[in-house]
């Protein structure tokens, strides 16, 4: 009986040590762009991440070497994440760097993607619009964020065509 446990457990060992290399790497974290330990992401609560992508493969094994192996976790904060598409609708539409040369303030512009109002609930839909997503932008007026939206107290508003849904 004694061989047997003995004979089962040395058929097992194997496994078990094969088991415990697959999941002994980390993945790499990057947090708003920045290379970080697993220790530090982990510090980042649920209500501060406004974007979180996954990346494994060779493309992630190319951009951060084989520390990559286990995958790439970018993390966006919702302040980075804002400013991020700020910066980027500044460059791809004049009339928003335009509206936003004026001084306004964030808290007074309402964004709309794809007809859907942004607010602190579905703000990855903001945060989604890239160069790769972004199709147009227009203006809108408040009086139009009234009519349309229901939405009053704000001085502009931004509507974003996106091919994300």
Request: charged share 25%; proline share 4%; no cysteine.
């Given at each position: ?45 649920p209500d501060q991440i406004g974007l979180i992508t996954i990346a494994k493969g060779r493309k992630a094994v190319l951009l951060y070497g084989a520390q990559a192996e286990n995958g790439v976790i970018y993390m966006e904060t919702k ?87």
């Amino acid at each position: 009986m004694r061989f047997n446990r003995f004979l089962l457990s040395l058929l097992l060992l194997p496994a078990a040590v094969f088991a415990q290399t697959e999941e002994e790497g980390d993945p790499v974290y990057v947090v708003d762009s920045v290379l970080v330990t697993p220790g530090a992401a982990n510090q980042i609560t649920p209500d501060q991440i406004g974007l979180i992508t996954i990346a494994k493969g060779r493309k992630a094994v190319l951009l951060y070497g084989a520390q990559a192996e286990n995958g790439v976790i970018y993390m966006e904060t919702k302040a980075f994440a804002r400013k991020r598409v700020n910066n980027f609708l500044k460059s791809v539409a004049p009339a928003y760097d335009s509206l936003r040369k004026t001084g306004i303030a964030d808290s007074t512009i309402a964004f709309v993607v794809n007809d859907q109002l942004v607010g602190e609930k579905n703000e990855a839909l903001l945060f989604t619009v890239d160069e790769k997503t972004f199709r147009t932008l227009e203006l809108v007026p408040a009086k139009e964020l009234e009519q349309k939206y229901q939405l009053t107290g704000k001085k502009a508003g931004v509507r974003i065509t996106s091919s994300e849904d």
